[in-house]
């Protein structure tokens, strides 16, 4: 594993965190992000040039790191967006924009908007199945903040926004934000993200009945009837994942729209996926979190995209 910690230079440095994060971005050397060209790349140098500044000379533009990832156009050095990244990285629950804001010293604003980018960095893309022979993935649901221009309290959970999570023991966590828990929603959704050869553990919840079926095995557990563990079966590990979600969501971050929703869960799942008992620890992850900022590129005016 990686060292416990950046070094400081990395941090306290504009050059230094470049080049670190170009060494994670581009492994085999500068890419263009205009033509994709890996040849015939300088270096721009001189006392005004802009720190890792390069220019392609096959279409003749000029780019650095940022270009085409969620860094483009920030003014934030970079060692800072370094820090930040660490600092949403190692904390199990998260870390708020207020607290951003005065460890690294800039505005709450700038702080908000760069906690948004750190988690679109760390939405993954193109997942493949989970699970597979020999397998479990366990499935549930929660309810979380409350379904904006929802005035009136409706009954049961109607008011608030619904969450599901497919969890793979020994594996990662997926989590996507739906418009309910009817059997159609979750069985699209459980049918494109599990694998047929896996073991499908979940609660009693009727919509898992059909859906089951597709799968090797599908057990469950009543807690209705109290009954939480029966030999393997139980959900006690995405019940394991909501208790740190939801610590985090009502204690570090209070309150959280319904259209940013998405990007909170893409946190948890993150750091739940990349965890140091899958041997990844804090460098490490915020590593993996640099590897995802290329393609994501988010502006003020479309936050919610």
């Not at 230094?16 to 994060?21: E, G, N, R």
């Not at 008011?159 to 159609?184: C, P």
């Not at 994942?241 to 204690?251: C, H, L, P, T």
Request: net charge positive.
């Amino acid at each position: 594993m990686a060292t416990s910690i950046l070094s400081a230079k990395v941090l306290q440095n504009e050059t230094d965190a470049i080049a670190w994060v170009e060494a994670r971005v581009w492994p085999q050397g500068p890419v263009c992000p205009h033509c994709g060209g890996v040849v015939r790349i300088g270096k721009m140098k001189g006392k005004a040039t802009r720190i890792g500044l390069y220019k392609c000379y096959q279409c003749r533009k000029q780019f650095t790191v940022k270009v085409g990832t969620v860094f483009e156009d920030s003014h934030v050095p970079m060692n800072l967006w370094l820090q930040a990244m660490y600092l949403l990285c190692s904390s199990k629950k998260g870390i708020s924009s207020n607290q951003l804001s005065r460890t690294l010293g800039v505005t709450l604003k700038t702080a908000w908007f760069m906690s948004h980018r750190i988690r679109e960095a760390m939405r993954v893309v193109g997942m493949t199945p989970m699970g597979g022979e020999g397998e479990t993935v366990e499935a549930d649901e929660t309810f979380i903040g409350r379904i904006e221009g929802e005035k009136k309290r409706r009954s049961g959970w109607g008011h608030k926004n619904a969450v599901l999570t497919l969890v793979q023991r020994g594996g990662g966590a997926r989590s996507f934000h739906i418009e309910d828990t009817s059997a159609g929603q979750v069985h699209s959704i459980v049918r494109k993200n599990v694998a047929r050869e896996t073991a499908l553990m979940t609660d009693e919840a009727r919509h898992y009945d059909d859906i089951g079926r597709a799968f090797a095995s599908h057990e469950t557990v009543k807690h209705s009837d109290d009954e939480y563990v029966r030999g393997d079966v139980h959900t006690n590990t995405v019940e394991g994942y909501y208790s740190i979600f939801k610590r985090g969501m009502k204690g570090i971050y209070q309150h959280c729209s319904e259209k940013h929703l998405h990007r909170y869960l893409a946190e948890f799942d993150f750091r739940y996926s990349n965890r140091v008992r899958l041997g990844v620890d804090d460098v490490e992850r915020t590593a993996r979190a640099v590897k995802g900022i290329v393609g994501k590129r988010l502006t003020y005016r479309t936050p919610h995209h």
